[in-house]
T-cell receptor, first 115, second 113 residues
Framework: AQKVTQAQTEISVVEKEDVTLDCVYE???????LFWYKQPPSGELVFLIR??????QNEISGRYSWNFQKSTSSFNFTITASQVVDSAVYFC????????????FGTGTRLKVLA | SQTIHQWPATLVQPVGSPLSLECTVE??????LYWYRQAAGRGLQLLFY??????ISSEVPQNLSASRPQDRQFILSSKKLLLSDSGFYLC????????????FGPGTRLTVT
């Protein structure tokens, strides 16, 4: 069975601090995709990144970076120099590469960035 | 560019009343379409997905149903709402041909009283 665990329910940081959101997944598939989404207070989910299981290179996009480690089944997300606008719920998701392509979402981590 | 619309934005309905939520996508053809529900403080639960007109797959047994009468239109319905149907309903779309990111609409917040 597939599962995504986001053990951090809520994190509070002060603006300009770095913060890492953890995502641990379980799957028996050898190929799969991982995703991160941001849900601001408005409610709409915003796509952040898609990563294929074959590509273990870390990725950086501005203040965002992702660390994918197949050995520990983790796909962690780091925000550098956090800003108040980063306050949101962040979801990690897992998808198979065949069949319905449906996502298995984690329960989300609420990030509060305090000014 | 592609745009996804959902309406209404908010809805308050009494128990036992019918429901119809609509989702439309612009700027793309033949997308995969999805309905999710997010209960308060919880993660997202996939309710239905569709790979084409009239093709609906249900993920969770419940008193909800979905239809896709047109290529870019996805409707979520219920004949009689339950209190447990309250939540935030999100529609999403993705392109076909592989595993691609899903793009979500603004959502409908449903309160069943």
């Amino acid at each position: 069975a597939q599962k995504v665990t986001q053990a951090q329910t809520e994190i509070s940081v002060v603006e300009k601090e770095d913060v890492t959101l953890d995502c641990v997944y379980e799957t028996r598939d050898t190929t799969y995709y991982l995703f991160w989404y941001k849900q601001p207070p408005s409610g709409e989910l915003v796509f952040l990144i898609r990563r294929n299981s074959f590509d273990e290179q870390n990725e950086i996009s501005g203040r965002y970076s992702w660390n994918f480690q197949k050995s520990t089944s983790s796909f962690n997300f780091t925000i550098t120099a956090s800003q108040v606008v980063d306050s949101a719920v962040y979801f990690c998701a897992l998808s198979r590469t065949s069949g319905t392509y449906k996502y298995i979402f984690g329960t989300g981590t609420r990030l509060k960035v305090l000014a | 560019s592609q745009t996804i619309h959902q309406w209404p934005a908010t809805l308050v309905q009494p128990v036992g009343s019918p429901l119809s939520l609509e989702c439309t996508v612009e700027g793309t053809s033949n997308p995969n379409l999805y309905w999710y529900r997010q209960a308060a403080g919880r993660g997202l639960q996939l309710l239905f997905y569709s790979v084409g007109i009239g093709q609906i797959s249900s993920e969770v047994p419940q008193n909800l149903s979905a239809s896709r009468p047109q290529d870019r239109q996805f409707i979520l319905s219920s004949k009689k709402l339950l209190l447990s149907d309250s939540g935030f309903y999100l529609c999403a779309w993705s392109i076909k041909g592989g595993v691609y990111e899903q793009y979500f609409g603004p959502g409908t917040r449903l309160t069943v009283t």
